[in-house]
């Protein structure tokens, strides 16, 4: 059982690449690397390609799914169950990583952990980004929330499964959909509130307390 640890962007959003940045005495990608190898049996790191040989990892690439197949390409063979955690979610659990890996043992082809949605989801009849104005588009569907949730990383997957869903090279946002795309079975599993994705530098502030806040004992 092997861990890919992505962190081969740019960080363009946060402004800087957000995995290097401090978030106790460790660095946001060390915390993220420590976890996984507490509860894997080896774990592959995922970095800028200019980064790769000072950090002990391998080249990313362009996409977060080619950075993905590379890490992919050295995780051994004979690896059953492979996990993807994104660097930038230094909050997870030992006890997440348990609950995906425990699901496809069990059977699924995939197990990703989630938590449940609390905001009202509008769809719009266009994409948006992050350069538009203010006008972001029109409603087209509010779906219902009571079956929508925000899905989280690690994620666990057969390796068969996850390295042929990546053998044509196509690009997600998630490598749970490329499985999905194939057929696959994909459970979800109890994620945690905590388990906060480093997307904006108000994120890493609140990481920060939240890991001073359990230093000192608090209940976070």
């Known amino acids: 059982m092997w861990t890919v640890v992505v962190g081969g962007g740019s960080g363009s959003r946060f402004g800087g ?3 290097y940045e401090p ?8 915390v993220s690397r420590e976890v996984a190898e ?5 774990v592959v790191v995922v970095v800028p390609a200019e980064d790769a040989q000072r950090e002990g990892g391998v080249a990313g690439g362009v996409t977060r799914s080619a950075s993905v197949r590379s890490g992919l390409a050295a995780v051994p063979e004979n690896a059953d169950v492979i996990c993807v955690h994104d660097a930038a979610r230094p909050l997870a659990s030992a006890a997440i990583y348990q609950r995906v890996v425990d699901a496809v043992v069990a059977g699924a082809d995939a197990a990703i952990p989630a938590i449940p949605v609390t905001d009202t989801i509008k769809v719009l009849d266009r994409a948006v980004s992050v350069a538009d104005g203010d006008l ?4 087209v569907e509010t779906p219902d929330r009571s079956r ?7 994620q666990a997957f057969r390796a068969s499964r996850l390295r042929a869903a990546h053998a044509n090279e196509t690009d997600a946002t998630d490598d749970a959909a490329l499985v999905e795309a194939m057929g696959g079975r994909v459970v979800v599993v109890r994620g945690e509130v905590a388990n906060l994705k480093i997307t904006e530098p108000d994120d890493l502030e609140w990481a920060r307390r939240h890991v001073a806040r359990s230093s000192a004992g608090g209940d976070g």
């Open 38 to 42: 507490g509860c894997t049996d080896g």
């Open 148 to 154: 929508l949730v925000a899905v989280q990383t690690p």
């Open 23 to 30: 978030l106790d005495s460790r660095r946001v990608i060390d």
């Open 17 to 19: 690449p957000k995995q």
């Open 136 to 139: 972001l588009g029109s409603v």
